[in-house]
C-alpha cells in the first residue's frame, strides 16, 4: 500500500500517510490542521507519474495514426459512393 508524506501548512510538520480519499479529511498529527501538502519525492510517486506520463505519450502517438487512417477510409467511401453514382 502506498505511504505518502505530508507536510503541515500551518505548522510545517512532516509525517507520512496512507493515501486516504479526500472525504476522510486527514488532519496534522501536531496541530489538528487540514491544510496538507503532499510531497512527491517519494519513490511510489514518481514511478506512478512515469507510468502514467509514458501512457499519455503512447497515446499522443498513437492518436494521429488513428485519425488519418479514419480520414483514408471516409475518402475511401465516398470515392466508392460516387463511383457507383456515376456508373
Ligand atoms: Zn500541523
Given at each position: 500500500m502506498p505511504i505518502y508524506e505530508y507536510q503541515c501548512g500551518a505548522c510545517g510538520h512532516q509525517f507520512e500517510a496512507l493515501i486516504?480519499?479526500?472525504?476522510t479529511g486527514t488532519a496534522c498529527?501536531?496541530?489538528?490542521?487540514?491544510?496538507l501538502e503532499r510531497l512527491v519525492s517519494s519513490f511510489a510517486v514518481d514511478s506512478e507519474t512515469t507510468r502514467k506520463s509514458n501512457l499519455e505519450a503512447g497515446r499522443r502517438q498513437y492518436a494521429p495514426i488513428r485519425k488519418e487512417k479514419q480520414w483514408e477510409q471516409m475518402k475511401y467511401e465516398q470515392r466508392e459512393l460516387k463511383e457507383h453514382s456515376e456508373g
Open positions: 486516504l480519499p479526500k472525504t498529527p501536531e496541530c489538528q490542521g487540514t491544510e
